[in-house]
């Protein structure tokens, strides 16, 4: 039966279908493609869940350019692509460094057979309502009694690498719990709150500290902090001054300084719309009245 039907659609290969030449596949080949799949599937996930994903976006806009001057002989182009990338790769070793030690040691704790067969969705979960209003209530809450705050809300890129800086909390968001973190002299106060999704992921985390020299000499480590992870991300940044008690918050570059409580909520409501992305190139520094 079974050699009957193989021979039947041999022979209607043949009489239709003889101008197609259909590689031999072999075992070894279907072995070989899932690897691949494998080990670029993680590559590409890796890539995702560090800075390097809006570094892989610009290498991929150069390769299009040097495809586009490959096309219509553009030999100058060529010559600098090809002496560029000679010594491009080492860059990307040195610049990358950590996070490719990072990612070999999660491979090397990973158990091979359950990765491979994990395909998980990694995106990153949008807030709700409650989320929202936890966070407003939260920051003024310590606005009034001067307690200093830095609440980090993911965007799309992931701030994996920063998560790890702090210590994992992993609970849901409420302004009780911002207060009990942000709580002076309590071992979780000094550094930033990670949330992603509708969960506190890590607090005490490291920032990196921009050192745009556009902003204000009286700001203080948290306002610089805070536009250092706006910096490097899509994120938004809630900033509760201990000095002042005023709230800002930076975002794609931007320090708003100085904000109200419907402010707030606007700009968190525009982030949950999926509508901010890293565009701007220049720090553009906001003030929201004259007495911030």
């Not at 101008?19 to 031999?24: A, E, G, I």
């Not at 705050?149 to 994992?168: H, K």
């Not at 942000?182 to 985390?205: M, Q, Y």
Request: net charge positive.
């Amino acid at each position: 039966m079974i050699d009957s039907l193989v021979s039947m659609l041999v022979s209607f290969k043949e009489n239709y279908f003889s101008w197609l030449n259909f590689p031999s596949i072999s075992v070894t080949d279907v072995i070989e493609i899932l690897i691949i799949t494998f080990l670029m599937y993680h590559v590409l996930l890796w890539v995702k869940n560090t800075r390097a994903w809006n570094l892989f976006k610009g290498i991929l806009i150069i390769l299009i350019f040097v495809l586009l001057a490959a096309v219509f002989q553009m030999n100058t182009i060529l010559w600098l692509a090809e002496k560029v990338l000679s010594v491009g790769m080492i860059a990307l070793v040195v610049i990358f460094q950590p996070e490719l030690r990072r990612a070999l040691e999660e491979l090397g704790r990973r158990n091979f057979m359950i990765s491979l067969f994990s395909f998980s969705n990694n995106e990153t979960e949008r807030f709700s309502d409650k989320t929202i209003t936890e966070l407003v209530k939260a920051s003024y809450e310590m606005g009034k009694v001067k307690t200093g705050a830095l609440i980090v809300v993911e965007n799309e890129v992931a701030l994996t690498e920063f998560e790890r800086t702090g210590i994992s909390v992993d609970g849901v968001v409420t302004s009780q719990l911002l207060l009990n973190i942000f709580e002076k002299n309590t071992p979780l106060h000094d550094g930033a709150v990670i949330i992603r999704g509708d969960r506190v992921l890590s607090a005490t985390c490291y920032l990196p500290l921009s050192d745009n020299m556009e902003l204000s000499k009286e700001l203080g480590t948290r306002h610089r902090a805070a536009v250092g992870i706006s910096e490097v991300s899509d994120s938004l940044t809630i900033v509760v001054s201990e000095e002042t008690g005023k709230v800002s918050l930076a975002m794609n570059h931007v320090l708003y300084r100085n904000v109200d409580a419907d402010f707030l909520r606007d700009k968190l409501e525009y982030l949950r719309s999926g509508k901010v992305a890293v565009k701007k190139k220049r720090f553009r520094w906001k003030r929201r009245n004259s007495n911030a």
